[in-house]
Structure formats: C-alpha cells, structure tokens
C-alpha cells in the first residue's frame, strides 16, 4: 500500500466538526404530517396514529380495519369524514412461495376484514414507490376489493395465506404502482372513511 495513503487511513477521525450543520429535511415523521395536512385541507377530520409502527403486515390491517368498523359505529377514535395517518416498517412472516411486500400484505389483510363495507377506503404504501420484490409501491383497497375475487371464482384467503398478495392486488387491480421516488422515509398508511 502507498504509505501516503496508509497515513490518511491511520488518521484519528475527528469527533467534532464545527463547520457542519446538520438539517433533516425528510423524515417518516414529516411524510406523516405532510399527509395529515393535506387530509385537512380535503376536508377530514384527521388523526397521526403513529410513525413508529412496526408488527406483522397482516396483524397491523387486521387492526385498521377494525379501527374502521369502530369509526363507521361510534365516530371513535376521530369523527366521520376521517383520515387516520400512520407509518413505519411492518414485517412479514414468509410463509408461502408467492409475491408481494409488507404494504401490499397490509393492505390486502385489510381488504379481507372489510369485505362489504362502504365508505372505507385504505392505502399502505411505501414511500420509496417499491413493496418487497415486484414494481408496486403498495395496495389501496375497500370493501369491493375482495368481492372482485370473489366475483372471479378465486379464494381470496389461497393469496394471504401463500404471501402471493401482490398476484390478489393484481387481480382485483388494487396495486399502487408508482415507480421509484428517489427517497425512503418508511411507509405510510392512509385510512379514510366517510
């Protein structure tokens, strides 16, 4: 090795910099309430559940659909119309050989639990515009969505249960395809119900 170079790498790094500032400009914490203001804006009554989420994909739609139901009975947790914002990082049990990513299970999970319902509408989406291997950034379902397979003489349980979600998404043209955004502040659930 070129004993310049040996120097420069045997150089104690430095522990402070004075002449550097450090600003965050993007965040999954900003994401969140960029989303909350322009839900307001639409006209909904809005609630930042979290930007720390982080459990099993499906577990996590199981619980925002019934934070839905909850909103359709009582107008609780936020009164109708609402937006109730969240993000983070779930995770995935692999299971099966199938297809998809953790937003696109979330989303499909929910679509399962809100089968028939009205006036709901859910997105999880990751905010770098990809879900695990496939060219979809997520799902955005509601209670048709399930009714679609059905409709198609598919088991709409066969795609959960085998992590093929984004083959589920696909047929009920439920994906989020958006393409590469450049950045990846985490994921970012959008629940709206009327």
Known sequence: MNEKIKKVLEKETPKEISNVQHIII????????????KAKKMGYNTLLLTTSLNCEAKEAGKFFANIAKEVLKSNNPVKKPCAIIAGGETVVSVKGN????RNQELSYSFA???????????????TDGTDGPTDAAGGIVNGNTITVLRGKN?????F???NDTYNGLEEAKALLKLGPTGTNVNDIMILLVK
């Open 154 to 158: 598919l088991d709409p349980h066969i």
């Open 98 to 101: 199938g297809l998809g990513g």
């Open 112 to 126: 399962l639990e809100i089968e028939g319902l009205n006036n709901v509408v859910f997105a999880s989406v990751g």
């Open 26 to 37: 993007g965040s999954v914490r900003v994401a969140c309430h960029s989303a909350v203001e």
């Open 160 to 162: 959960l249960e085998n």
